[in-house]
């Protein structure tokens, strides 16, 4: 091979391994959101479920005529 033609892989090598690095770091980024994105629906579940057990006032409030009869 001739020294051009190396030269030319050589900085194809080094542009994909760039390419590269920068989509790991971009996989790496989007994971971590997701952990955190996965917590917080977990956590907005919770705080839902634990007001559906613990609000009788809705029960009430559905019993109660309303105030024009």
Do not use: G, W
């Not at 057990?53 to 009430?60: G, K, L, R, Y």
């Amino acid at each position: 091979m001739s020294d051009k033609k190396i030269i030319k892989l050589e900085e194809k090598i080094a542009y994909l391994q760039n390419m590269l690095d920068d989509m790991n770091m971009t996989v790496f980024r989007q994971q971590e959101r997701i952990e955190k994105l996965s917590e917080l629906v977990n956590d907005m579940n919770k705080n839902i479920n634990s007001s559906k057990n613990a609000s009788p006032v809705e029960d009430s409030i559905d019993k109660d005529n309303p105030p024009h009869y």
